[in-house]
């Protein structure tokens, strides 16, 4: 063993330790702070030090029990127990019913039920034929003199614990119904369960406290140059510890704002810059605002049990808005007031109260339409759930930022103009193309792809014009713009990354590289 290198990299903490003791010497974290005034995380950090080196040994493990007071504890301490309260209450009065107990001191009414049927129990209370609480002659609990001096020791301790082993066998049994392990704010004490660790100083111990006398070196060295040891002219006298300046400075982290979550807040705050205002929705839905409503026949194939997550308990919604959910309803059935022919079928009004999560964010815009305003803007990110194989662009839980554009001058090429600034603005795509999509709501409808430079070609999103089948159903006779776009998709290319679930990746690490300009 190098004693010198030893001797370079021990610690003053360290140092006082080996000077001060021997091997026949039992050391504790406790020892440390009634002798060399350390405190309890230094003592740790000595031993943990000392052990590293072998210069220390552990020799024992000794559990321990406390029971520390809680702020409940505290009051009852000063006020009194509820049994001892319920007792005096009811000798004062002689007789009384537990309701008027309970409002009299201010207890629940369970807890005074609690309380008299333990004292009954004891033979302190009973109750007459009148169903009123009486006092009998049975002396005061013993029980409860007990508690009421195990309050008042525990609030007078400097740390306001009492220790297991310190009470007597009725304190512990008196106290083990006064204390919870967890779950302590209703209970007078909590239980914290300790162990005293034993070390005793091992290996080449003795040959490094040599080495540090004949050095002269005490443990007392100055660590650093202050202010105060300057101005004071302290340092003249004393000495200092060795500098490694080679050793690397410690590694600062600092805090910023999870990449992702920049991600989301920057596509906000650049649709609320264009006069957006933004709109948000329940997690769960019925099948009627996220199908019926957009005109999505109840036998489409995405209504599929495998496309959706169905809700266990309960199943069903109460009840669907009116007149919404009859306007639907003639809607798919013969068109209604919308000059379509609809779907042909028979509306299930029972199906359509069917609760799942949320398939597709334009459920929002659904939700919107009946009140928003023309013309007006409106957006929103949605978190959405659907059934599907996860790889590299797809999940099973993912988001959408969702919008509408109400108005009588909108059209398609606004449209194309708000799908460019998500593929080029937001995405920081340079590939971008159109092609004709389908959307049971939306005609025409329109795929906005983007090029990956690893991934390749990938859709981003869909979007169209709403039909008359699901605006005239919903009051609203303009034409409205309505594009449901991946934002995970956005993110995936916005932030350099091939695999959208690295998205929430749990290596810190390689969420601190990633650098989300915005």
């Known amino acids: ?39 309890e995380g230094h003592a740790n950090q000595a031993f943990s030090w000392l052990s590293g080196k072998e210069l220390v040994e552990e020799t ?46 201010g207890v629940e009414n369970k807890d005074i039920g609690s309380a008299f049927g333990q004292l009954a129990k004891d033979g302190v209370l009973k109750m007459n034929a009148t169903k009123e609480a009486e006092a009998t002659e049975a002396p005061f ?34 106290i083990a119904h006064l204390a919870k392990k967890r779950g302590a704010a ?57 500098y490694n300046i080679s050793i690397p400075p410690a590694r600062i ?25 933004e709109f948000d929705g329940s997690l769960v839905e019925t099948e009627f605002w996220n199908g019926d409503a957009l005109f999505m026949p109840q036998f489409h194939a995405a209504r599929d049990i495998h496309d959706v997550y169905r809700i ?24 209604g007031n919308t000059g379509s022919r609809g779907w ?26 009946h009140t928003a305003k023309v013309p007006g803007k409106y957006f929103g990110i949605a978190r959405c759930f659907r059934y599907d194989k996860v790889d590299a662009t ?37 590939d971008v193309k159109y092609v004709p999509g389908y959307f049971p709501f939306t005609e025409p409808s329109i795929e906005v792809h983007i090029k990956h430079p690893v991934l390749g070609w990938f859709e981003l999103g869909g979007s169209g014009i709403f039909r008359p089948e699901v605006t005239k159903a919903m009051g609203v006779d303009v034409p409205v713009l309505a594009w449901g776009i991946g934002i995970d998709r956005m993110a995936l290319m916005a932030l350099g990354l091939n695999d959208l679930r690295e998205l929430f990746s749990e290596d810190i690490e390689q969420v601190r590289l990633r650098k989300a300009q915005f």
């Not at 009065?93 to 001191?105: D, Q, T, Y």
Request: aromatic share 8%; charged share 25%; proline share 3%.
């Open 312 to 335: 266990k308990n309960p199943t069903h919604a109460k009840a669907i808005e009116e007149p919404y959910l009859s306007n639907v309803k003639a809607a798919h059935e013969n068109g």
């Open 253 to 277: 982290i600092p805090g910023r704002i999870n990449p992702y979550a920049q991600f989301l807040e920057s596509v906000k705050d650049k649709l609320c810059s264009l006069g957006f205002e």
């Open 186 to 242: 209703d209970s007078p004490f909590k239980i914290i369960e300790r162990e005293t660790v034993t070390y005793r100083l091992a290996g080449e111990y003795a040959a490094v406290a040599a080495s540090l006398k004949e050095a002269g070196v005490t443990g007392n060295e100055f660590g650093e140059v202050t202010p105060q040891l300057l101005s004071s002219g302290e340092w003249k006298s004393g000495t200092f510890r060795a």
């Open 141 to 174: 609990p013993k029980r409860l003199v007990v508690a009421k001096d195990l309050l008042k020791r525990a609030s007078e301790a400097e740390n306001g614990q009492l220790e297991k082993d310190a009470l007597s066998a009725e304190e512990q049994e008196v």
């Open 344 to 369: 042909n079928y028979a509306f299930d009004t029972d199906f359509t109260k069917r609760l799942i999560l949320r398939s597709q964010g334009t459920v929002l815009s659904a939700h919107q339409l």
């Open 60 to 105: 024992a493990r000794t559990p321990h029990t406390y029971y520390e007071i809680t702020e409940r504890g505290r009051v009852l301490a000063k006020i009194g127990t509820v049994e001892e309260r319920v007792i005096n209450f009811v000798k004062e009065r002689r007789a009384v019913v537990l309701p008027k107990i309970a409002a009299a001191l």
């Open 394 to 430: 797809h999940l099973s839980d993912f988001y959408q930022t969702e919008g509408i554009v109400l108005g009588n001058d909108v059209n398609l090429k606004t449209l194309l103009g708000f799908l460019k600034m998500f593929a080029t603005e937001i995405a920081g795509a340079t």
């Open 1 to 39: 063993m190098d004693i010198s290198n030893i001797i370079k990299n021990l610690h003053p903490l360290e140092t006082k330790v080996l000077l001060k003791y021997s091997h026949n010497d039992d050391l504790t974290a406790q020892k440390l702070q009634d002798e060399l005034g350390y405190k």
